[in-house]
């Protein structure tokens, strides 16, 4: 994704294609930016979490955030990882995930 996409743009992830439907986080403050996409191939719908690094160092923490949610893809409360990319140049990582039914905030607020 060249840009900060809105609904209707389209992106590859994975040797995926996907349609962003709708940015489902609104922090302006966050370098994360969470959509919810269409694979244009099944018509699954998933989540992208794309993350632009500020720097190399971030980059590494965000590649330890991947190894993280692979080793969790046993545990049923998690959702399930799909598979990220990594652009080193640019400094960003693209995440997908499958879509669940509420974020982290929500769920623990729910407790």
Known sequence: MSQRGSAGLVTHVCGRTFEVLDQLNSDATSTSV???VRCTASGEL??????QAK????????KNEVDVLRSLQSVPQVVK???HEVDAQRLDVRILLESGKMDLTEFLSSM
Not at 46 to 51: A, D, M
Not at 55 to 62: A, P, T, V
């Open 34 to 36: 969470v959509f919810q």
């Open 46 to 51: 998933l989540v992208l979490k794309w993350t």
């Open 55 to 62: 720097s190399r160092g971030d980059l590494e923490e965000l």
């Open 81 to 83: 990882y799909l598979g």
